[in-house]
């Protein structure tokens, strides 16, 4: 018999599925050794009842988008008392908003660009001319427009051109009913991932993200080759350090446990402004993550099981 199962979840039904699917296969291949037995679980309508039923020692929602990030899977984990890696209810919910994430992270002192966060019902309400007017004249182009909730960097457009904030608007409310409208910071962007296997948070390796685009779409990131990565990042020994407890910063506020993604931008001044946070970043073959770990000497396998171990104490 084995000493312990992990159910992994993987799959779901938002627009990240297939990335979903290969993060699992890859956790799943990771956690297989003696003494565990691991199952990969697509989520549907028999999963609560399996779950009441065979009480796996272990649950790891590797699931993206709305169906693993707005915090409802996780808080049903809870009510069957099933443990979990990852981040408990009420801190994926704080992350999966862009605008609360910002504003938590911010009273925690990160900088974090300045925004206006539009509903698509105040297009209708006040007339999106004069909204996008407002907008425009207190945020001046270049912006980032985004989802406020999503990953992936689907519905995310950069915009040169104030003519070209209403497409972008449009897009970006493809994916949800608000919009983020950022700054757009210059510099070199960095991903910094947070473990915590029972002694505290740490920060990895910052890993560089250079696209060959210039913008690191859902395409750049999930297309071998489309974009090059530096672990660690190429820049200089104090910008890393100060980027490292930003990370750990943004981890805290937020609350989150046992593995995150900290996206930033790094300016000239050498100063870590706070993007977004991911619960469960990508795992994929070409995932920050995996990439932070091989370049902090970590054994992926080992950290894995490490992460499931803290999810059973924690």
Do not use: C, N
């Not at 990160?110 to 006040?126: I, N, Q, Y």
């Not at 757009?184 to 560089?208: C, H, M, R």
Request: hydrophobic share 45%; charged share 20%.
């Amino acid at each position: 018999m084995p000493d312990r199962t992990i159910v992994v979840l993987a799959g779901g039904l938002s627009h990240e599925r297939d990335i979903s699917l290969r993060s699992g296969r890859r956790v799943a291949d990771s956690l297989h050794q003696p003494g565990t037995r691991v199952i990969v679980r697509d989520p549907d309508a028999t999963l609560l009842d399996y779950l009441r039923a065979e009480r796996p020692d272990v649950v790891w929602p590797v699931l993206h988008g709305a169906s693993g990030e707005d915090g409802t899977l996780k808080e049903l984990l809870e009510a069957l008392g099933i443990p979990f890696v990852g981040s408990r209810a009420d801190a994926t919910r704080l992350a999966w908003d862009k605008p609360t994430a910002k504003t938590l992270v911010a009273r925690a002192g990160v900088p974090t660009p300045a925004s206006f966060t539009l509903t698509r019902d105040s297009f209708r309400e006040l007339g999106a001319a004069a909204v996008l007017d407002v907008t425009a004249h207190e945020l001046p182009v270049p912006v980032v427009v985004k989802p406020a909730r999503g990953g992936s960097a689907q519905g995310v457009r950069i915009v040169d051109d104030p003519d070209d904030l209403p497409r972008a608007m449009v897009g970006a409310y493809t994916y949800w009913e608000a919009a983020l409208v950022e700054q757009k910071i210059v510099g070199t962007e960095i991903a910094v991932s947070v473990i915590d296997t029972g002694d505290g948070p740490v920060a990895l390796p910052a890993v560089e993200i250079v696209p060959r685009s210039g913008v690191y779409s859902f395409e750049a990131r999930y297309t071998a080759g489309e974009t090059r990565y530096y672990a660690p990042a190429r820049i200089p020994d104090a910008a890393a350090d100060r980027a490292a407890q930003v990370a750990v910063a943004a981890h805290t506020a937020l609350g989150m446990r046992h593995i995150s993604r900290i996206d930033l931008i790094v300016d000239g001044a050498g100063t870590p402004w706070f993007l977004e946070a991911a619960t469960m970043p990508g795992l994929t073959e070409t995932s920050l993550f995996p990439l932070a770990l091989e370049a902090a000497g970590h054994d992926v396998g080992w950290v894995y099981s490490a992460l499931a171990d803290a999810a059973l104490t924690a």
